[in-house]
């Protein structure tokens, strides 16, 4: 059984950084695309950003140039680097392991 495990969320100030991370457990999973996703109040769930075991990543529009995902195929480990935060990234962000596991989600709320 996967398990994904999410840490790294929290309280940013505009124009503050926060570095996700999510640990996954079970096996043969290193090959599996890794993603995050991100449900904000009152709004559906979005794709921030996913990526390949061989490292190809791909991003929503608006989170361009600002987060960086990266992944530990060793550790079983994929990150999200969310710079340049603004009031409108606050949401729950949630890891995902294709083909249909998900994390419990982390808070992330940006806000002076």
């Known amino acids: 059984q996967v398990q994904l495990v999410e840490s790294g969320g929290g309280l940013v100030q505009p124009g503050g950084s926060l570095r996700l991370s999510c640990a996954a457990s079970?096996?043969?999973?290193?090959?599996?695309?890794m993603a995050w996703y991100r449900r904000a109040p009152g709004k559906q769930r979005e794709l921030v950003a996913a990526?390949?075991?061989?490292?190809?990543?791909n991003y929503a529009d608006s989170m361009k140039g600002r987060f960086t995902i990266s992944r530990d195929n060793a550790n079983n480990t994929v990150f999200l680097q969310m710079n340049s935060l603004k009031p409108e990234d606050t949401a729950v962000y949630y890891c995902?392991?294709?083909?249909?596991?998900w994390g419990q989600g982390t808070q992330v709320t940006v806000s002076s």
């Open positions: 079970g096996s043969r999973i290193r090959f599996n695309v």
């Open positions: 990526i390949t075991s061989g490292g190809s990543a």
């Open positions: 995902f392991l294709a083909p249909n596991n």
